[in-house]
């Protein structure tokens, strides 16, 4: 019998547009070479333009397909996306408690990349009290990093938000540069150490949507196949990249990475 692939267990809401969210992860841990479990925890409204709605699954009914695929079958990492609501971020926590051993990969998803919201203060706290001490990594671009590192009127340098995420129970923090006004974007990990590796990627021409979510799923799955935090950071990027380098423009909004794009290239 063939060998299984590792599997890797994705909390997130749907997106009809399969840019971001549910699609973008199962997409993205497939392409990767894993398999994608997916646990719905809302349901959107939204295209390559944006986001119009969104409806938060019951919290109850988010743990019980969690632990129904959990009883099921071993499962290598797990990576949290868009939660919801404060109560599926109470649900999703009390689930990913009961197995310490698996590596958890938090993308703080706020806000859509047209700035639809997608978390509340109470979620951002609930986020930090309940999530980020049981994270193994937390892929957060700038603007997440400061909304969930700081005080409302407080300022402080990315590498003091990194700092923080450390302090609240993180083992290792990645800040994406995707958001700063700078030629290159530039990413950073952070460990209790001080800072792992800096990588600097050209700044590619167009607004892409489910970016994060592509770099966050595709830690997941590197890190479910196997490898060390910084390879994996590493080899995540260096996919990300390629995906968004390949990119297409479906609808009338923002691009979309092509997380296939190596079959076209053999092909």
Not at 30 to 42: D, F, N
């Amino acid at each position: 019998m063939n060998q299984p692939p590792p599997v890797v267990l994705c909390f997130s809401a749907t997106d009809p547009s399969g840019g971001a969210g549910l699609q973008a992860d199962i997409m993205t841990i497939a392409s990767m070479g894993c398999h994608p479990l997916s646990v719905v925890t809302g349901i959107t409204i939204q295209d390559t333009m944006g986001v119009e709605d969104m409806m938060a699954i019951d919290p109850d009914w988010v743990a019980d397909q969690a632990r129904s695929v959990l009883e099921d079958m071993a499962v290598h990492a797990f990576k949290i996306g868009v939660m919801g609501s404060v109560e599926n971020i109470a649900a999703i926590a009390e689930v990913v408690s009961d197995y310490p051993d698996i590596p958890l990969i938090l993308d703080p998803v706020l806000s859509s990349g047209r700035g639809d919201s997608f978390a509340t203060e109470e979620m951002i706290d609930a986020m930090r009290s309940l999530l980020v001490s049981q994270t193994t990594i937390v892929t957060p671009n700038s603007i997440e990093a400061r909304y969930l590192a700081l005080d409302e009127q407080e300022e402080g340098t990315l590498a003091r938000c990194a700092e923080r995420l450390l302090e609240m129970g993180s083992e290792y923090v990645l800040i994406t540069g995707t958001h700063e006004n700078s030629p290159k974007v530039v990413n950073t990990l952070y460990g209790d150490s001080g800072i792992l590796r800096v990588d600097s990627w050209e700044r590619l021409p167009h607004s892409y949507h489910g970016s994060g979510c592509t770099l966050a799923s595709s830690i997941s799955a590197a890190i479910a196949l196997g490898l060390d935090i910084e390879t994996a950071v590493e080899k995540a990027q260096e996919y990300t990249w390629n995906t968004l380098e390949a990119g297409f423009r479906p609808g009338m909004g923002q691009y979309l990475p092509d997380r296939f794009f190596w079959a076209r290239e053999e092909a």
